[in-house]
């Protein structure tokens, strides 16, 4: 029989092959009149739905629901877009550690560094992903200030979902919507105690203790601790991350259930801002990879406390309630600098600090169930969501760009504070219609009121009633292979103003998908194939006019494209075989641009591959060796360049030519309690540049890491 797993309805895929030999057996013993009808199995019957959302446990790659997308819990088949969940086995095989790891594993995004080796951004569809969603409620995300690295210890996984997400978040980019969903407490008593160390003195130790707090298990309570201490290959780069995460979890009724928790994380590297300067005439220097262009004053200094809240509420009528909030404050604290030649081509500094509070707050409720009409069952989701982002900037001077390459640390005072303040309300509807047997229906729309309010000068604006559109129609082949097409928008508020001194209207990202999906060995595995296009209509052009009422006026006429194809598999081989991996084609170009009509039909952002392959695997042996598995990923990107504008008048074009990354991992099962594992990062020493500059004005290049070891030991009971 199915052992089941009450947090999140979770299955171990090692009990799916029992669920097959158990089908096979029914069909034997319902011939047999005299057996017993206790011996009833069909309940046993492999289905998607097996694996349930939570992935802890599970040792799977792969998922059995996600409600990213449309807030319905559907299965990567019936969700009529591109999806990946990295599950927390995933996350453990390749020894991931922040936000960062899991973007560079995910299909379709990429990890961009060209704000510098700390300032992430993360890109899809070649479009910046400017959210990121904790259990469902978004968050702003900017990596090139303040945007933090959640801390993995303390999720079960992350659901992704490219394109055009705005049904789910709101305004922001077509690129992706990146949804982190926490650990929640288990209902046996477990502890896990993590020790890791690596190249360059990084060391990791982790606390993860789950229980139930009273006799009938109906209070339980979760605590994970982190902390980490690193060096790098960079020479004098340093890092620190702890983390403390807390949840508690009762069942207040059959019919209620509350959620809350609190988490506390802690960041700080000396290395996040500059990079390498290359030649004057525009070629790479070539410098060692261990060089650091820094200074041994430099910081980045971040704290962030959290507290959400979830209520689960079951209604009549297999209708539920589900209410979530979260709230966040961020302190944060930047010193720092990069190499430039701004004058003269003389070789300096340019020096700057900053202080950020930064205060997010979003709550979200939704109810959500089945209906009837025209003889059919159908599902509907009806909620209400609002987000207040709320940052103050403490500026200190100087902000030089001179500053003598030796000079020291400059002596920062502070200035003056700037605060900004957004809140965004939204609306949202979404059903799913079956409109026959194979053929249903996904119909969205979201009613959005966005206002930005500069508390310290002009340059508020405010969009009204913006509606968001989302369709998806799947259509079921066979038992495992639907075929879809979906459309989804998203939009983006812009400040630039016209020639009446009004903020332009907002810019729409719009989303056409059409592709096919498959769903094997009771939905252990899951494939998808797709097509898809984005475009963005509505960017601001600057535009020359007479007596324009400000410095400059602007017109909503620029327009981008993304067009290509996305291809995935995750999940099972077999039942010892996990799988993880994708290629994705993406061809982001300029179809208009009235003010700069040369970058039509090229490429919009150089410095982002256009191909992107990425594979993850592992292998459990069995017999003899059964304590024993292997595994590794091989990521491979395209080329990336940028034309250097030289001081003679003339362009270089500065490349990273296309590469691959290999990685290599064993694991061994001492005994129930004890796991060892290695991972071996780039162990063919690849060298190669993570990013490079676009300008000789100021550094660029970064190199990625070389070859590298972590062992990791993990004592469970």
């Given at each position: 029989?199915?052992?089941?797993?009450r947090s999140g309805n979770v299955f171990s895929p090692s009990l799916m092959a029992i669920a097959i030999c158990l089908t096979t057996s029914h069909a034997a013993l319902a011939a047999d009149a005299e057996a017993p009808a206790t011996i009833e199995?069909?309940?046993?019957?492999?289905?998607?739905?097996?694996?349930?959302?939570?992935?802890?446990?599970?040792?799977?790659?792969?998922?059995?629901?996600?409600?990213?997308?449309?807030?319905?819990?559907?299965?990567?088949?019936?969700?009529?877009?591109?999806?990946?969940?990295?599950?927390?086995?995933?996350?453990?095989?390749?020894?991931?550690?922040?936000?960062?790891?899991?973007?560079?594993?995910?299909?379709?995004?990429?990890?961009?560094?060209?704000?510098?080796?700390?300032?992430?951004?993360?890109?899809?569809?070649?479009?910046?992903?400017?959210?990121?969603?904790?259990?469902?409620?978004?968050?702003?995300?900017?990596?090139?200030?303040?945007?933090?690295?959640?801390?993995?210890?303390?999720?079960?996984?992350?659901?992704?979902?490219?394109?055009?997400?705005?049904?789910?978040?709101?305004?922001?980019?077509?690129?992706?919507?990146?949804?982190?969903?926490?650990?929640?407490?288990?209902?046996?008593?477990?502890?896990?105690?993590?020790?890791?160390?690596?190249?360059?003195?990084?060391?990791?130790?982790?606390?993860?203790?789950?229980?139930?707090?009273?006799?009938?298990?109906?209070?339980?309570?979760?605590?994970?601790?982190?902390?980490?201490?690193?060096?790098?290959?960079?020479?004098?780069?340093?890092?620190?991350?702890?983390?403390?995460?807390?949840?508690?979890?009762?069942?207040?009724?059959?019919?209620?259930?509350?959620?809350?928790?609190?988490?506390?994380?802690?960041?700080?590297?000396?290395?996040?801002?500059?990079?390498?300067?290359?030649?004057?005439?525009?070629?790479?220097?070539?410098?060692?990879?261990?060089?650091?262009?820094?200074?041994?004053?430099?910081?980045?200094?971040?704290?962030?406390?959290?507290?959400?809240?979830?209520?689960?509420?079951?209604?009549?009528?297999?209708?539920?309630?589900?209410?979530?909030?979260?709230?966040?404050?961020?302190?944060?604290?930047?010193?720092?600098?990069?190499?430039?030649?701004?004058?003269?081509?003389?070789?300096?500094?340019?020096?700057?600090?900053?202080?950020?509070?930064?205060?997010?707050?979003?709550?979200?409720?939704?109810?959500?169930?089945?209906?009837?009409?025209?003889?059919?069952?159908?599902?509907?989701?009806?909620?209400?969501?609002?987000?207040?982002?709320?940052?103050?900037?403490?500026?200190?001077?100087?902000?030089?760009?001179?500053?003598?390459?030796?000079?020291?640390?400059?002596?920062?005072?502070?200035?003056?504070?700037?605060?900004?303040?957004?809140?965004?309300?939204?609306?949202?509807?979404?059903?799913?219609?079956?409109?026959?047997?194979?053929?249903?229906?996904?119909?969205?729309?979201?009613?959005?009121?966005?206002?930005?309010?500069?508390?310290?000068?002009?340059?508020?604006?405010?969009?009204t009633r913006n509606l968001t559109r989302y369709a998806g129609l799947i259509y079921e082949l066979d038992d495992q292979h639907s075929v879809y097409v979906s459309y989804s928008d998203i939009f983006t508020p812009q400040k630039e103003k016209n020639t009446s001194a009004t903020p332009l209207k907002p810019i729409v990202g719009k989303n056409y998908e059409v592709g096919i999906k498959g769903e094997y060995l009771g939905g252990a595995l899951n494939a998808s194939l797709a097509m898809?296009?984005?475009?963005?209509?509505?960017?601001?052009?600057?535009?020359?006019?007479?007596?324009?009422?400000?410095?400059?006026?602007?017109?909503?006429?620029?327009?981008?494209?993304?067009?290509?194809?996305?291809?995935?598999?995750?999940?099972?081989?077999?039942?010892?075989?996990?799988?993880?991996?994708?290629?994705?084609?993406?061809?982001?170009?300029?179809?208009?641009?009235?003010?700069?009509?040369?970058?039509?039909?090229?490429?919009?952002?150089?410095?982002?591959?256009?191909?992107?392959?990425?594979?993850?695997?592992?292998?459990?042996?069995?017999?003899?060796?059964?304590?024993?598995?292997?595994?590794?990923?091989?990521?491979?990107?395209?080329?990336?360049?940028?034309?250097?504008?030289?001081?003679?008048?003339?362009?270089?074009?500065?490349?990273?030519?296309?590469?691959?990354?290999?990685?290599?991992?064993?694991?061994?099962?001492?005994?129930?309690?004890?796991?060892?594992?290695?991972?071996?990062?780039?162990?063919?020493?690849?060298?190669?540049?993570?990013?490079?500059?676009?300008?000789?004005?100021?550094?660029?290049?970064?190199?990625?890491?070389?070859?590298?070891?972590?062992?990791?030991?993990?004592?469970?009971?």
């Amino acid at each position: 029989m199915f052992v089941q797993q009450r947090s999140g309805n979770v299955f171990s895929p090692s009990l799916m092959a029992i669920a097959i030999c158990l089908t096979t057996s029914h069909a034997a013993l319902a011939a047999d009149a005299e057996a017993p009808a206790t011996i009833e199995l069909g309940a046993t019957q492999v289905s998607g739905q097996q694996l349930g959302q939570t992935t802890e446990g599970t040792e799977s790659y792969t998922t059995g629901s996600m409600s990213t997308a449309t807030k319905l819990p559907l299965t990567l088949r019936e969700t009529p877009q591109a999806v990946t969940v990295i599950t927390r086995q995933r996350m453990d095989d390749q020894a991931m550690t922040s936000i960062n790891d899991v973007v560079n594993a995910t299909p379709g995004l990429f990890l961009n560094y060209s704000n510098g080796p700390g300032r992430q951004a993360f890109t899809a569809r070649g479009f910046d992903i400017d959210n990121l969603m904790y259990d469902g409620i978004p968050s702003g995300y900017n990596g090139v200030s303040v945007g933090a690295q959640p801390n993995l210890a303390m999720f079960d996984r992350v659901e992704v979902v490219r394109g055009a997400t705005g049904l789910v978040t709101g305004a922001g980019n077509p690129s992706a919507a990146i949804n982190l969903i926490r650990k929640r407490p288990l209902y046996e008593q477990k502890v896990t105690l993590t020790g890791a160390a690596g190249s360059w003195d990084d060391y990791r130790g982790e606390l993860d203790a789950s229980s139930p707090l009273n006799d009938s298990g109906t209070w339980r309570g979760r605590v994970v601790t982190s902390y980490r201490d690193a060096n790098s290959f960079i020479d004098n780069a340093e890092q620190d991350h702890g983390l403390f995460y807390a949840v508690t979890e009762a069942d207040l009724s059959e019919d209620t259930s509350l959620t809350l928790g609190f988490s506390n994380q802690k960041d700080k590297t000396n290395y996040f801002w500059g990079s390498s300067m290359i030649g004057q005439d525009g070629h790479h220097l070539n410098l060692s990879r261990s060089y650091n262009p820094g200074t041994d004053w430099e910081n980045k200094d971040q704290e962030i406390n959290t507290v959400f809240a979830e209520l689960r509420q079951r209604l009549a009528n297999d209708w539920n309630l589900q209410v979530n909030a979260n709230y966040s404050e961020q302190d944060a604290l930047f010193s720092g600098s990069y190499q430039s030649r701004w004058t003269d081509n003389i070789l300096a500094r340019t020096v700057y600090q900053a202080a950020y509070d930064e205060n997010q707050a979003g709550v979200d409720a939704f109810a959500s169930g089945p209906f009837q009409a025209f003889g059919r069952t159908h599902e509907l989701v009806v909620g209400a969501s609002k987000r207040i982002y709320d940052m103050t900037t403490h500026n200190y001077s100087p902000y030089e760009r001179d500053w003598p390459l030796n000079a020291g640390k400059p002596n920062f005072v502070h200035t003056n504070n700037t605060r900004d303040v957004t809140t965004q309300d939204g609306f949202y509807l979404t059903t799913r219609l079956s409109l026959a047997d194979p053929l249903k229906l996904i119909l969205g729309g979201r009613l959005d009121w966005y206002d930005y309010d500069n508390r310290d000068g002009d340059g508020d604006y405010k969009v009204t009633r913006n509606l968001t559109r989302y369709a998806g129609l799947i259509y079921e082949l066979d038992d495992q292979h639907s075929v879809y097409v979906s459309y989804s928008d998203i939009f983006t508020p812009q400040k630039e103003k016209n020639t009446s001194a009004t903020p332009l209207k907002p810019i729409v990202g719009k989303n056409y998908e059409v592709g096919i999906k498959g769903e094997y060995l009771g939905g252990a595995l899951n494939a998808s194939l797709a097509m898809f296009r984005v475009d963005q209509e509505n960017r601001a052009v600057k535009i020359v006019v007479p007596d324009c009422p400000q410095a400059s006026c602007y017109q909503a006429s620029g327009e981008i494209r993304s067009q290509g194809i996305d291809f995935e598999l995750q999940g099972a081989l077999t039942e010892n075989w996990q799988v993880g991996g994708g290629y994705t084609y993406a061809r982001t170009h300029t179809i208009k641009d009235d003010a700069n009509p040369q970058k039509v039909n090229k490429q919009f952002d150089t410095d982002t591959p256009e191909h992107l392959f990425k594979l993850t695997t592992r292998y459990n042996f069995q017999g003899p060796l059964e304590k024993l598995r292997v595994g590794g990923n091989i990521s491979w990107q395209s080329r990336m360049y940028n034309d250097i504008a030289l001081a003679d008048g003339s362009q270089y074009r500065l490349k990273q030519g296309g590469y691959a990354v290999t990685d290599l991992m064993a694991g061994y099962r001492v005994n129930q309690h004890l796991d060892l594992q290695l991972n071996a990062n780039n162990i063919f020493d690849r060298k190669y540049y993570q990013a490079i500059a676009d300008s000789a004005s100021y550094g660029g290049d970064s190199y990625g890491a070389p070859r590298n070891m972590m062992l990791t030991a993990k004592y469970s009971f």
